[in-house]
């Protein structure tokens, strides 16, 4: 294959591109500079320096490429190599592993970013809960964005300026504003740390879903967490495989395999049985990236150390090598460790403001160190919760709130009379258990081996899991990224035009186009089509050698050495002769 392999200059590997980087906070995307040798851990360590990011472990960078399917840039090849063909050439910046344990992070950054993603699923139905989960946690969001409620900052409606839940209405805002009004004196911080705790004892923490089908053709999603893999239909979790129960992981074209220890009878626990369980994906791309995510979030859950990962294969055939992986990276249990010997000062970092009406309070940098005790409580008296905040500064609390730059309308005493007494008819109706928090989903027995079926939510509610699997989040809106492809066109213009000594401006060369790399992207042969043609040419040389052989009356030693190598063939060569000679004498 290295005769039509083109000889790489040192030209061509000094030569520079650019990638576009964009962030959990959509704050103003950065542009990365990486050669064709760079691999893809020096630019998401490039992008973690730029954000003050130490534990980036649970990091990644994530593209779409031409056939609308989403890829995590692996870190051990070539960048060059990973986005070439990808227009625009743009990385999401996302969380790729959701820790176990959120509150285990050392850093208040690292958790904020953390809270940032799991905003985002929220947003976008992957964090799918009751209504009362996801009201409190966007009264959580609310507090972390504008602080405690103030009737003269926080105007009617305000809830509805925010953009929290799928298919947010109005009812939602109600009860999120008397939420709002309950979890009063929190900072940022608190606030964000209480966001984190709850989302992680929600089923569908961390969940990334892949849309399949099972064995009955019925559409399903397929979630792959830190506990194993979840499959979930209409509103339930269906099943639930955990990675000790999951001994294999594999991908055979359109469908993925899960080879699962189950126990043969309930009486006799000790008997296991093996059972592989296959899933229809999409498309062949789209099953091959559910078995990497989920090979590699068993070995970054699962693995006490990373020294000798195996290198995994699955999806080969006669006509295809198949797909290979090995993990690369630390563990969650490294990782944990690495972040107890994190000895610097809590770095200071600038919250973004989701809305520029309401500006964030005086004390939105107080770091939580001692976060993980904060406690939930209930208050009889006025049904909601109370949280008690432990070692918050009384000055943090009592700090003078700035003057908010929202324009305040002008309402009727009798409209807003109105509104306060609807809102208090609708809390008095609901009693106070309609703002109690649920700590767990509720659970529902079916004839299962494995954990028993539940339901995302309430019970009597009809809300589906239809979480957002689209790439639109992770694409270029403005389009000012350029692909590679664009790139490398822009350098060779450049470099023509500087080998001609031409001036950008003469009209006279300015109307002479360079189609240079056009005709060698027409004239390229990719290495699969080399690989085709010699398999083709073999067969058909063997083919036309062994009728040579077989047919011909030739007497030579070699050719009586190859006809006693192909006796077999003898039957086959007699059922032709006699099919010729019938063929003949017909005509």
């Given at each position: 294959?290295?005769?039509?392999?083109?000889?790489?200059?040192?030209?061509?590997?000094?030569?520079?591109?650019?990638?576009?980087?964009?962030?959990?906070?959509?704050?103003?995307?950065?542009?990365?500079?990486?050669?064709?040798?760079?691999?893809?851990?020096?630019?998401?360590?490039?992008?973690?320096?730029?954000?003050?990011?130490?534990?980036?472990?649970?990091?990644?960078?994530?593209?779409?490429?031409?056939?609308?399917?989403?890829?995590?840039?692996?870190?051990?090849?070539?960048?060059?190599?990973?986005?070439?063909?990808?227009?625009?050439?743009?990385?999401?910046?996302?969380?790729?592993?959701?820790?176990?344990?959120?509150?285990?992070?050392?850093?208040?950054?690292?958790?904020?970013?953390?809270?940032?993603?799991?905003?985002?699923?929220?947003?976008?139905?992957?964090?799918?809960?009751?209504?009362?989960?996801?009201?409190?946690?966007?009264?959580?969001?609310?507090?972390?964005?504008?602080?405690?409620?103030?009737?003269?900052d926080h105007q009617a409606g305000y809830v509805s300026e925010f953009k929290m839940l799928p298919n947010q209405n109005v009812q939602q805002e109600e009860q999120i504003h008397e939420l709002h009004k309950t979890i009063a004196g929190q900072v940022p911080a608190e606030a964000e740390a209480n966001f984190l705790k709850k989302a992680a004892s929600l089923d569908t923490y961390g969940v990334d879903p892949h849309?399949?089908?099972?064995?009955?053709?019925?559409?399903?999603?397929?979630?792959?967490?830190?506990?194993?893999?979840?499959?979930?239909?209409?509103?339930?979790?269906?099943?639930?495989?955990?990675?000790?129960?999951?001994?294999?992981?594999?991908?055979?074209?359109?469908?993925?395999?899960?080879?699962?220890?189950?126990?043969?009878?309930?009486?006799?626990?000790?008997?296991?049985?093996?059972?592989?369980?296959?899933?229809?994906?999409?498309?062949?791309?789209?099953?091959?990236?559910?078995?990497?995510?989920?090979?590699?979030?068993?070995?970054?859950?699962?693995?006490?150390?990373?020294?000798?990962?195996?290198?995994?294969?699955?999806?080969?055939?006669?006509?295809?090598?198949?797909?290979?992986?090995?993990?690369?990276?630390?563990?969650?249990?490294?990782?944990?460790?690495?972040?107890?010997?994190?000895?610097?000062?809590?770095?200071?970092?600038?919250?973004?403001?989701?809305?520029?009406?309401?500006?964030?309070?005086?004390?939105?940098?107080?770091?939580?160190?001692?976060?993980?005790?904060?406690?939930?409580?209930?208050?009889?008296?006025?049904?909601?919760?109370?949280?008690?905040?432990?070692?918050?500064?009384?000055?943090?609390?009592?700090?003078?709130?700035?003057?908010?730059?929202?324009?305040?309308?002008?309402?009727?005493?009798?409209?807003?009379?109105?509104?306060?007494?609807?809102?208090?008819?609708?809390?008095?109706?609901?009693?106070?258990?309609?703002?109690?928090?649920?700590?767990?989903?509720?659970?529902?027995?079916?004839?299962?081996?494995?954990?028993?079926?539940?339901?995302?939510?309430?019970?009597?509610?009809?809300?589906?899991?239809?979480?957002?699997?689209?790439?639109?989040?992770?694409?270029?809106?403005?389009?000012?990224?350029?692909?590679?492809?664009?790139?490398?066109?822009?350098?060779?213009?450049?470099?023509?035009?500087?080998?001609?000594?031409?001036?950008?401006?003469?009209?006279?060369?300015?109307?002479?186009?360079?189609?240079?790399?056009?005709?060698?992207?027409?004239?390229?042969?990719?290495?699969?089509?080399?690989?085709?043609?010699?398999?083709?040419?073999?067969?058909?040389?063997?083919?036309?050698?062994?009728?040579?052989?077989?047919?011909?009356?030739?007497?030579?030693?070699?050719?009586?050495?190859?006809?006693?190598?192909?006796?077999?063939?003898?039957?086959?060569?007699?059922?032709?002769?006699?099919?010729?000679?019938?063929?003949?004498?017909?005509?």
């Amino acid at each position: 294959m290295t005769l039509f392999r083109k000889s790489k200059s040192k030209g061509d590997l000094q030569q520079e591109f650019q990638t576009t980087v964009r962030f959990l906070d959509d704050s103003e995307p950065i542009q990365v500079p990486f050669t064709k040798e760079t691999v893809g851990q020096y630019v998401l360590d490039k992008v973690c320096e730029t954000l003050n990011l130490v534990e980036k472990d649970y990091f990644g960078l994530r593209y779409v490429d031409t056939e609308k399917q989403r890829h995590w840039l692996d870190p051990t090849k070539t960048v060059y190599k990973q986005l070439k063909g990808v227009s625009p050439c743009v990385l999401c910046f996302r969380v790729k592993f959701y820790p176990a344990e959120p509150m285990k992070l050392h850093e208040e950054i690292t958790r904020y970013y953390l809270f940032l993603q799991l905003r985002r699923d929220l947003h976008h139905g992957r964090l799918l809960c009751s209504p009362q989960d996801a009201n409190l946690l966007a009264a959580y969001i609310i507090q972390s964005e504008v602080g405690d409620y103030d009737p003269e900052d926080h105007q009617a409606g305000y809830v509805s300026e925010f953009k929290m839940l799928p298919n947010q209405n109005v009812q939602q805002e109600e009860q999120i504003h008397e939420l709002h009004k309950t979890i009063a004196g929190q900072v940022p911080a608190e606030a964000e740390a209480n966001f984190l705790k709850k989302a992680a004892s929600l089923d569908t923490y961390g969940v990334d879903p892949h849309k399949v089908k099972d064995q009955k053709n019925n559409q399903m999603y397929l979630g792959v967490t830190h506990q194993g893999i979840m499959t979930f239909h209409g509103s339930r979790r269906t099943q639930i495989y955990k990675w000790s129960q999951i001994k294999k992981l594999a991908f055979e074209g359109k469908t993925f395999i899960a080879h699962v220890n189950v126990n043969e009878d309930a009486d006799t626990s000790h008997k296991k049985k093996h059972q592989p369980i296959g899933y229809k994906c999409l498309s062949v791309a789209a099953c091959k990236y559910l078995w990497r995510c989920a090979v590699e979030q068993q070995f970054f859950f699962t693995l006490q150390n990373s020294f000798h990962t195996p290198k995994i294969r699955s999806g080969g055939s006669l006509f295809s090598r198949g797909s290979k992986f090995r993990f690369s990276g630390r563990c969650q249990n490294e990782a944990y460790m690495a972040s107890e010997d994190i000895k610097r000062k809590e770095p200071d970092f600038q919250r973004t403001c989701s809305l520029p009406n309401f500006s964030r309070k005086s004390d939105a940098k107080i770091h939580m160190r001692n976060s993980a005790n904060l406690s939930i409580t209930e208050d009889k008296n006025t049904g909601g919760f109370r949280e008690n905040a432990v070692d918050v500064p009384i000055e943090a609390r009592t700090a003078e709130r700035p003057q908010s730059s929202r324009p305040v309308t002008q309402e009727t005493p009798v409209m807003e009379e109105t509104m306060v007494q609807q809102r208090a008819d609708r809390v008095q109706a609901a009693g106070p258990d309609s703002m109690k928090m649920n700590g767990g989903i509720p659970t529902i027995s079916v004839s299962s081996p494995l954990d028993s079926e539940t339901r995302v939510g309430e019970a009597d509610t009809t809300q589906l899991y239809e979480p957002n699997v689209t790439v639109e989040e992770d694409e270029d809106d403005e389009g000012v990224a350029k692909s590679l492809e664009e790139q490398v066109m822009d350098l060779e213009k450049e470099i023509e035009q500087t080998h001609n000594h031409v001036q950008p401006d003469t009209p006279s060369r300015e109307t002479k186009p360079t189609t240079r790399p056009v005709v060698q992207a027409k004239g390229s042969c990719s290495c699969g089509k080399i690989f085709a043609y010699t398999f083709f040419s073999l067969f058909f040389t063997l083919t036309v050698s062994a009728c040579v052989v077989m047919f011909s009356d030739i007497d030579h030693p070699l050719m009586n050495e190859a006809r006693s190598h192909l006796a077999f063939l003898e039957p086959t060569r007699d059922f032709i002769r006699h099919k010729y000679e019938e063929i003949v004498n017909r005509l």
